[in-house]
C-alpha cells in the first residue's frame, strides 16, 4: 500500500536556497535506501539528481561535474585533498556484503599469473581484491578489464571480480550450479583485519563547500533523514522493488539490513585508513596516512554557543573536520 500523498512524512528540513545542487545516485539497488526517502520527503526536486555507475560517477565527482555525491572509496583516497566526506553515511560491510565478489572457477591458490576479469564499474573492490590475493593468499593473477556478464567473464577467465546487481545475482542464482566459488570481499577483510569495509562514501567537493556550507549541510541531513524514511518503510520499499529485481523482498530485507552497511562512525573510518595504510603508496596515487576531511556538521555558531572545547576540531587520529 503507497500512502496517499498528503501522508508523505513532514519534511522537518531547512529550505534549499541558492545554487540547486548537482548531486550523484548510484544506479544499483544498494543505494535505495539512501535516495528512497529523498523523494518521500519531497528532497528530490531540490536536487539535481545523476543516476548513473559508480565509476562515472566518481568520475564526474572528481571533474567538477557534480557538487555532492557517492565516490568509490579508492577515488575519494586519490582525490581526498579535493574532497570532504559526509559524516555518517556511507556504503559498506561490517562483514559479507553479498555484492562485491570474487567469483573464481579455481582454487585461489591457483589464480597465480592466469586471468582476472575485473568489472570496470568498480574502482575499490577490483582493489580490494588485489590486495586479498597478494597479501592474504600469496597470488598475483594478471588483471584485466571488462564490461561483460559474469558469465561471459568467467568464460573468458578463471575468476571475476564483480559489484553491484550483477553480484547479487551471480552470488543468490548462479553459485552452486555455475561452476563457481563466491567469495565476499566483505567478509574477507572483515575476518582478515576485524574491521568494516567501506567501499564508497560520500563526498562534497571543497571548493563547492567553500561558498555553499549551509548547502552542504543542509543536503547531508537530508540523505539522513532519507535513510531513516527507508527504515520505516522497509518492507513496503522491499516489496516494491522485488517486482523489478529478479530477488524476492526478504533477500532484499537480508541485503539491507544484514549484508550493506549505510553508516560511516569511528569504526568505519578505522577501517577506510586501514585499506588506505595497506594499499598506499606512489602507485596508488595516494599516500598511506592520507589526511581525511569529515563536515563539520556543527556551525561555527552553534560551536561558539555551546562554549568552549563543546566540539573539537579534530576526529580520530588522521581525520580533521572541515
Ligand atoms: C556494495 C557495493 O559498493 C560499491 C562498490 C564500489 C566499488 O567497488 O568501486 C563502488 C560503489 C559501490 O556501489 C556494490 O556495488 O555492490
Request: proline share 7%.
Amino acid at each position: 500500500m503507497t500512502a496517499p500523498i498528503d501522508q508523505l512524512p513532514v519534511d522537518g528540513a531547512g529550505p534549499i536556497v541558492g545554487t540547486r545542487p548537482r548531486v550523484g545516485h548510484i544506479d544499483f539497488l544498494n543505494c535505495l535506501p539512501l535516495f528512497w526517502g529523498l523523494a518521500r520527503t519531497g528532497s528530490l526536486l531540490d536536487l539535481d539528481l545523476r543516476r548513473d555507475t559508480p565509476e562515472r560517477l566518481s568520475d564526474a565527482l572528481v571533474a567538477g561535474e557534480l557538487d555532492i555525491g557517492p565516490i568509490s572509496v579508492t577515488e575519494y583516497l586519490r582525490n581526498a585533498d579535493e574532497l570532504v566526506l559526509l559524516p555518517d553515511i556511507a556504503v559498506g560491510a561490517d562483514g559479507p556484503v553479498m555484492s562485491c565478489l570474487l567469483l573464481s572457477t579455481l582454487p585461489l591458490e591457483r589464480l597465480d599469473g592466469v586471468p582476472l576479469a575485473c568489472t570496470t564499474t568498480s574502482r575499490t573492490s577490483v582493489r580490494l581484491a588485489e590486495l586479498l590475493l597478494s597479501d592474504l593468499v600469496g597470488v598475483r593473477p594478471e588483471y584485466r578489464s571488462s564490461s561483460a556478464d559474469p558469465a561471459t567473464m568467467l568464460s573468458g577467465a578463471p575468476a571475476a571480480v564483480v559489484i553491484g546487481d550483477a553480484a547479487l545475482r551471480a552470488s543468490l542464482l548462479g553459485a552452486g550450479t555455475a561452476g563457481y566459488e563466491v567469495y565476499d570481499l566483505g567478509e574477507m577483510w572483515r575476518k582478515w583485519t576485524g574491521l568494516p569495509f567501506v567501499f564508497a562514501v560520500f563526498a562534497a567537493r571543497r571548493d563547492f563547500l567553500a561558498g555553499n556550507a549551509d548547502l552542504v549541510r543542509e543536503v547531508h541531513s537530508r540523505f539522513l533523514a532519507s535513510r531513516e524514511v527507508f527504515l520505516d518503510e522497509i518492507d513496503d520499499v522491499c516489496r516494491r522493488a522485488a517486482r523489478w529485481a529478479e530477488f524476492d523482498a526478504p533477500t532484499l530485507k537480508r541485503y539491507y539490513l544484514s549484508a550493506l552497511d549505510f553508516s560511516l562512525g569511528e569504526r568505519h573510518l578505522a577501517g577506510l585508513r586501514e585499506f588506505a595504510r595497506r594499499v598506499g603508496g606512489a602507485e596508488a596515487g595516494f599516500p598511506p596516512d592520507v589526511t581525511i576531511r569529515l563536515l563539520d556538521t556543527d556551525p561555527p555558531d552553534a560551536r561558539r554557543m555551546a562554549g568552549p572545547g563543546a566540539v573539537s576540531g579534530r576526529g580520530p587520529a588522521g581525520v580533521v573536520r572541515s
